[in-house]
């Protein structure tokens, strides 16, 4: 029952805030805004036991697309579902064992030494383009890693076979602001 709740709050806070994401990039939804019926419908579907942790919305080339985090089960999993109820595509939380060794190996190379962290195996059907959802020849299948090294962060995207897909772009890392006393904070 508390589930229920909390699952109806999370959806009840979308749709105000799907409507400003519209304008101003991707925004979290707040707890008081309703997920459209198609949406929330595509989503009960494919993941009928998920406890989401997290939910934004933002148009993408002309597209509202809604970015769903949640558990399912013990597994971590991410989503996008299109406004009229398309799911685009599928992620979900692997180890390293989970993705073909051509894969890592690019992965590992491209991080050169730098720590590897969150691996996922992503499933792609459709895609936007030009305020339409187009269906994908076929379903493509990519594996990103997120990655740390001499105080900059990546994220690398590459195919089945070790093919770059998305080259990383290499970010600072943001220190944390010391704490009042001189101690930064953790």
Not at 86 to 97: A, K, R
């Amino acid at each position: 029952m508390r589930r229920n709740l909390v699952l109806t709050l999370i959806l009840t806070a979308f749709l105000g805030l799907a409507l400003s994401a519209a304008n101003s990039g991707s925004a979290p939804l707040k707890s008081d805004e309703k997920l459209p019926a198609a949406v929330e419908s595509t989503f009960r579907a494919a993941f009928p036991r998920a406890v989401i942790e997290r939910l934004d919305a933002e148009e993408e080339n002309g597209v509202m697309v809604y970015d769903f985090e949640f558990k399912d089960g013990t597994f971590e999993k991410e989503t996008d579902i299109a406004l009229d109820g398309t799911m685009l595509e599928s992620t979900l939380v692997v180890v390293p064992d989970a993705v073909p060794e051509a894969a890592m190996k690019t992965i590992r190379a491209t991080a050169k030494g730098g720590k590897l962290g969150r691996l996922e195996r992503i499933q792609k059907s459709y895609d936007v383009k030009d305020g339409k959802v187009v269906a994908l020849p076929a379903t493509v299948t990519h594996f990103a890693c997120e990655m740390t090294r001499a105080g900059k962060k990546a994220e690398v995207f590459v195919d089945s076979r070790g093919a770059v897909v998305e080259a990383p772009e290499w970010v600072s890392v943001k220190q944390p602001k010391p704490k009042p006393g001189g101690k930064a904070a953790k």
